[in-house]
């Protein structure tokens, strides 16, 4: 009689400790996807430029904004940024792909604020690679502003941001549209 409830006990701990591992198992492979996904380094991760003008309701400014992207956890990239020039303003998001096109989703940290811009995707990343888009957001007067950007792995100046998006950034003045050609 003992040995039966002690094969009993064992029966249950084995159907316990199966139990827990069969729950897990889903978790672990998971992991370890993601352990080599983060081992792995893809061309667009690392540090980039976002070079745009904006105003403050007086003047217009030439911001820039460096950009680090790295693969996510629960997104597949994540984006932490801060201004060049007020390393206070900190923003936080993610990198979507969709379609030909690179999303960025950003929220201030400290502030009340979400900024979208949307970059045409290139065929392939190299480091000259040269972006220009569209991003929609608050200026630093907090009016909502849609602008240009230039998006590039070196910090540019502002006569080099404005002699590249010169021949790209087309606006039609009739119909106040705004637009990037590749």
């Known amino acids: 009689m003992i040995d039966s409830i002690f094969n009993n006990q064992i029966d249950l701990t084995f159907a316990f400790i199966g139990a827990i591992i069969g729950y897990l198992l889903p978790f672990l ?23 745009f003008f904006s105003s403050d309701g007086n003047s217009i400014l030439f911001k820039v904004e460096k950009m ?17 020039d007020n390393q206070n303003a900190r923003y936080s998001g993610r990198l ?17 604020e979400n900024a979208y811009s949307r970059f045409p995707t290139p065929p392939i990343f190299t480091d000259s690679t040269v972006l220009i888009g569209l991003s929609l957001a608050q200026d630093f007067g907090g009016i909502a502003t849609s602008a240009s950007n230039l998006l590039s792995r070196d910090q540019l100046d502002e006569i080099e941001v404005l002699e590249q998006m010169t021949d790209r950034v087309k606006i039609n003045q009739k119909h106040r549209i705004l637009k990037v050609l590749k």
């Not at 979507?96 to 009340?112: C, G, N, S, T």
């Open 29 to 51: 492979i998971q992991s370890i996807k993601w352990l080599i996904y983060k081992l792995t380094k893809d061309q667009i991760e690392g540090i980039w430029f976002n070079h």
């Open 68 to 84: 680090t992207i790295s693969k996510g956890f629960s997104e597949k990239y994540s984006v932490r940024s801060a201004f060049i």
């Open 96 to 112: 979507i792909f969709e379609k030909d096109f690179l999303i960025f989703e950003m929220r201030a940290k400290k502030h009340q």
